[in-house]
């Protein structure tokens, strides 16, 4: 079931990518081919590659469950908020922040985690600013 | 005599103090990557991409280290595979059938010495090979129009997809997924910008080392979340590694093991598409079928450690000639190399050899040398990698991931590349969940501008007339081989990965008590 959906998925994606091509200004500097033929050309392998994956599925894989898929989740949130955030908190802090999460979803205790965490910030500061002189993202703190 | 003379100024330029210890560095780092359960070769160099980039290394310099961490983690595979029975990716499953049960006999020591030296064997092997061979393809393909170049695109897909993945259809979804990704951007040709959805963000494209450390290295991170991979796995496990040199006896017996799947391994590697896994499954097979008349292999015989370490090895080498000399890749980590090159602004190709000497030969001088550097380290220094690998991955891997958010943000600085990234490690994770190769995805992302121009550039030349493709006795016989690539593995290619572990299998059934 699963790569039926998936298929369908990528039918539905070789349609709107068709879709799309089709929209692209052609520019009066356009060669023979032009730009919309090569992605079209995508779409339509594309669209008989789902074709034959609805057709012929594999084997269901092993989805994890409920509580599982909210633990990756979480992790994704807990990522999009990181790469959102440096910026604005600064390298130091958002990195112990989300390292020590991850470490502690992995199955460390809490105290570990937070050593960790800010152990793992602390030596990629030193390592990549300090020693190679990398530019890290400031925080208002200044680091 | 050219090449010779090419391979010694190779010397000149690897021999610097600043790309020795790039190579010491690339050494260790891989076999550090190479050993972790879990990461394998084309995600520890994906991961240390942007490490190379952000230290602001020129060309040469940059590929020394992640050519270093490519070998490295080749030969760091076995580690993992002998003393913990967890092969890092495909190729070190082979390794694990006789080498756990040394490892269990009390003899982990000298299946890691012995592994150490078929490595090495097999390494430097390919690498004369590559010297020999790649300038003798490059001569073929400066005979290369942009007709034979699609064509010669194509024979990448259709080979690479058939052998990684056990469906043709997935395989070719995955590659078309990657072409797709590479037509976001504007135009080269006509300067039209194309699927952007207005975002200015997009017009210079899809950055592919955001897409490449987001799909093998985050993705790697989710599967650890999902497994909770961390304190069961590795931890508690004693080590113990015996004496460190084998006998005279085992090193005699397994001589004629390792060349011959030196042999096999090179020959697996360059052709397109086969790649390590194939070349460790042949060498074990065939050795098996040679030697095996006692039943000792899948119950710690030395020599089942030595043939697929050194067929995997030599195969890594293999893998280069077509990437260097061609432009395309024969396996999934040298496609993650590939990256690296177009990164730095280097066309892989023929031309490559013509244009940029110093670049390749002082690439393979620094082949050699990181060899010797393995084979040192890999002996007598074994016992800090292995307490390497007791660190948990519930500590490293959370590293691992941040270290990914640094490079990219060192080299885009911008929120929207990491945001960009997050999303590519949580479609890598769904693929790798539904059984889809991500090595087509990043080929199609590397190689799809390249391929439309020289569609372009071949149909123009021609006047509008498709049928050009088609019309050279070179582009005709590429086109043959690429369709017999991807038809065969539909036969054939349910086979391989079922026999890699049905053997590995057996072999666990007849050691468990």
Known sequence: MSDRIFGAVGLLLAVLFAYSALQIQESFLSDSVGPKAFPLIISAILAISSLSIILKPDSEPDWPNVKRLAEIFAALVVMLAYAELLPVVGFAISTAVASAYLTWRLGSTPIQSVIVGISISASIYVIFHLIFGLSLAKGPLGF | ?513
């Not at chain 2, 990716?89 to 756990?100: F, K, Q, R, S």
């Not at chain 2, 042999?263 to 360059?270: E, K, Q, T």
């Open chain 2, 1 to 513: 005599m050219e090449t010779f003379s090419s391979l010694a100024d190779g010397f000149v330029v690897a021999m610097t103090w600043q790309n020795l210890l790039l190579a010491l560095l690339g050494c260790f780092l891989g076999t550090v990557m190479g050993a972790l359960p879990g990461l394998g070769p084309s995600n520890g160099v994906a991961i240390l991409i942007p490490l190379a980039f952000t230290l602001g290394l020129g060309a040469t310099p940059s590929l020394i280290l992640l050519t270093s961490v490519y070998y490295g983690a080749m030969y760091g595979g076995r580690i993992s595979s002998i003393l913990l029975n967890i092969p890092g990716d495909a190729p070190a499953l082979m390794t694990c059938i006789d080498g756990h049960p040394m490892a269990k006999q009390g003899r982990g020591g000298e299946a890691l010495a012995l592994s150490g030296f078929a490595s090495f064997f097999g390494s430097f092997m390919a690498t004369i090979g590559l010297v020999l061979l790649a300038p003798q393809l490059v001569k073929i393909a400066l005979a290369f129009g942009p007709a034979e170049y699609f064509a010669l695109f194509v024979l990448a897909f259709a080979t690479l997809g058939g052998v990684s993945s056990k469906n043709q259809g997935k395989a070719a979804l995955a590659a078309m997924l990657g072409l797709g990704l590479a037509m976001v951007g504007v135009d080269t040709q006509t300067g039209v910008p194309r699927f952007t959805f207005g975002m200015v963000h997009f017009y210079d494209g899809i950055d592919f080392l955001v897409a490449i450390v987001g799909l093998f290295a985050l993705s790697e991170v989710f599967i650890f979340i999902e497994h909770r991979h961390g304190a069961s796995d590795v931890e508690g496990k004693k080590v113990e590694l015996g004496r460190l040199t084998p006998s005279k006896q085992t090193m005699k017996s397994s001589i004629m093991p390792t060349i011959r799947s030196t042999i096999v391994g090179f020959i697996a590697g360059v052709l397109p598409g086969a790649g390590a896994s194939l070349g460790s499954f042949l060498s074990y097979s065939m050795e098996k079928r040679i030697c095996d008349k006692d039943g000792t292999f899948g119950n710690g015989d030395p020599r089942g450690v030595a043939a697929p370490e050194a067929g995997n090895n030599a195969a890594a080498g293999g893998a280069l000639v077509p990437m260097l000399a061609l432009g395309v890749p024969g396996s999934g980590t040298t496609a993650v190399l590939l990256a690296v090159l177009l990164a730095l602004n280097i066309t892989p190709g023929p031309l490559l050899f013509n244009n940029n000497p110093d670049v390749v030969w002082g690439l393979i001088a620094a082949l050699f040398i990181a060899n010797i550097i393995l084979l040192l380290l890999n002996i007598p220094f074994v016992g800090i990698f292995i307490r390497i690998l007791l660190v948990p991955p519930r500590i490293l891997m959370p590293a691992v991931a941040m270290i990914s958010f640094v490079g990219i943000y060192g080299i885009a600085g911008s929120s929207f590349d990491l945001t960009i990234m997050v999303m590519f490690g949580i479609i890598g994770w769904a693929l790798r969940k539904l059984d889809v190769p991500l090595v087509p995805v990043i080929l199609g992302v590397l190689l799809g501008n390249n391929m439309e121009v020289n569609l372009r550039r071949a149909v123009t030349i021609s006047d509008g007339d498709w049928s050009v493709l088609f019309q050279s006795p070179l582009s005709l016989s590429l086109w043959a081989v690429a369709v017999i690539g991807f038809v065969l593995p539909i036969f054939v290619g349910r086979i391989l990965p079922k026999k890699m572990k049905k053997l590995a299998k057996e072999a666990e059934e007849e050691i468990a008590p």
